[in-house]
């Protein structure tokens, strides 16, 4: 069974910037995209960002492009997620994914339990 531990949330000031790590237990890493998603209460789900499972690609939301650097270490089964220039909007629980395949062109098949991020003025 795949299990997937993010941490790394907190409280940070508008402007600020966390990383997010989120860790995948077995060997069924490296040969997977990954991503993250993020909601707040009241809200679906939203895709945060992505990367293909060699990092040779990534895709971020208009939301966070040019702010949201993500990335993995496939030797600690790790993916990441830096955050900077935080705004208040960004927000809410912040979740890890692992897609079906190498690539994110598919609909993620594990989720983390998600990591609170909390931005204040």
């Known amino acids: 069974q795949v299990q997937l531990v993010e941490s790394g949330g907190g409280l940070v000031q508008t402007g600020g910037s966390l990383r997010l790590s989120c860790a995948t237990s077995?060997?069924?890493?490296?040969?997977?995209?990954m991503g993250w998603f993020r909601q707040t209460p009241g809200k679906e789900r939203e895709f945060v960002a992505a990367?293909?499972?060699?990092?040779?690609?990534?895709n971020y939301a208009d939301s966070v492009k040019g702010r949201f650097t993500i990335s993995r270490d496939n030797a600690k089964n790790t993916v990441y997620l830096q955050m900077n220039s935080l705004k208040i909007e960004d927000t809410a629980v912040y979740y890890c994914?692992?897609?079906?395949?190498?690539?994110?062109?598919?609909?993620?098949?594990?989720w983390g339990q998600g990591t609170q991020v909390t931005v204040s003025s």
């Open positions: 990367i293909t499972w060699n990092a040779d690609k990534t």
């Open positions: 077995g060997r069924t890493f490296s040969g997977y995209a």
């Open positions: 994914v692992r897609y079906g395949g190498m690539y994110y062109n598919t609909d993620p098949e594990y």
